[in-house]
């Protein structure tokens, strides 16, 4: 169990937030399968701010995926606050605050990743978004700017200090992208300097890899990202190893392919076909990793464009796979 502020989880883990991943459709699937908490892709504060209709769609949620927060980005502090009070309309439970994003497009102009430079201004965006919603405030952050400036303690204190109530740490830098190992010494010191739940994050790809991070680090919730592709099983698994060391057994293919198509259907469902079923080739990928005849599969998946083309493509799955579960 954590507490966020007044909200209280009682899953021990969380879906990161992935902009062109984890939509509605993906995080409704994920707290199916046992995620306590979800976080929106992340959103501009100034498109937010500016009515932008871009932004108000990504802040749609769903009434099956709560707890949930919203993830803004920015670089104004007044901007950010206004931001989330307007985010307040979609009904999170959380306002979180990006840290983390290395892309050019957010951390090229001050925001995301970059904020880790900016000490002094990260603690305003936080001190004034946390002034300006009844809702808890959190923020996720990365190791540090790069091997020269790791200085995630530094900056989760300041958030603490700034009124946040729970700091989520991605253990890389923003030079490192997303490759090189997660650094797991740099969440066990952020966890060991503030009193605000730590949600640790990096590289979790099944229930060992969240036992180890709970263990090595003290962090009081996992955060899995990549590992949930095509996977929302993860989950339930981590629940289930954390609680009594129930050993993961494999996912049937029928199942796999069963929850794909309910998946894709939503998306769908929330996006239109279309753009559904342009944005289900990814996760059909995904989906079919390690299935033999995969790397076929998954240039058949680049075709889609309706949803028919998946059920057809699952029928021959299940026919050509039959004999290699
Ligand atoms: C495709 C993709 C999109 C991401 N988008 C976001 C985002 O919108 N906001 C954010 O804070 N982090 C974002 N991240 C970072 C993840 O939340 C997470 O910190 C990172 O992937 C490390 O966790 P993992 O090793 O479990 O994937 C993204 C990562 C990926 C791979």
């Known amino acids: 169990m954590i507490k966020i502020g007044s909200l209280t989880i009682d899953s021990p883990v969380a879906l990161a937030p992935m902009a062109g991943v984890a939509d509605r459709a993906f995080r409704e699937l994920c707290v199916q399968h046992g995620a306590g908490y979800v976080v929106t892709e992340l959103i501009s504060a100034k498109g937010v701010s500016r009515g932008d209709k871009g932004s108000k769609e990504l802040m749609q949620l769903g009434e099956n995926e ?22 307040l309309e979609y009904k999170p439970e959380v306002i979180d605050i990006n840290m983390g994003c290395p892309a050019p497009k957010v951390s090229g102009h001050g925001s995301g990743s970059a904020l880790m430079k900016t000490p002094d201004l990260a603690y305003e965006i936080v001190k004034q978004v946390v002034d300006a919603v009844p809702l808890p405030v959190t923020v996720k952050i990365r190791a540090g700017w790069d091997d020269d400036s790791i200085n995630a303690p530094e900056i989760a204190m300041l958030c603490e200090k700034a009124g946040a109530a729970a700091i989520a740490v991605h253990g890389r830098t923003k ?25 640790g994050n990096g590289d979790i790809c099944s229930a060992f890899d969240a036992k180890k991070m709970f263990e090595y680090t003290g962090c009081d919730m996992v955060m899995v990202g990549r590992g949930a592709m095509g996977n929302p099983w993860i989950f339930g698994e981590i629940i289930n190893y954390l609680k009594d060391g129930t050993i993961p057994t494999p ?23 279309f753009i559904g079923m342009r944005e289900a080739r990814k996760h059909t990928a995904w989906y079919m990793k390690g299935l033999h005849g995969a790397a076929e599969y998954r240039r058949q998946a680049s075709y889609l464009n309706t949803f028919d083309d998946i ?14 579960q």
Do not use: R, W
């Open 66 to 87: 709560h707890p949930c927060a919203i993830q803004l980005f920015g670089d104004e502090p007044e901007t950010m606050a206004d931001a989330a009070v307007k985010a």
């Open 175 to 199: 030079k490192q992208m997303y490759t090189p190992p997660v650094n797991l010494d740099v969440i066990k010191a952020v966890k060991e300097c503030v009193s605000v739940p730590v949600i």
């Open 251 to 273: 996912v049937t293919l029928e199942e796999k392919m069963s929850t794909m198509l309910a998946h894709i259907h939503k998306l769908c469902q929330y996006k239109g076909e």
């Open 311 to 324: 059920k057809t493509l699952v029928e021959k799955v299940l026919k050509e796979n039959s004999n290699f």
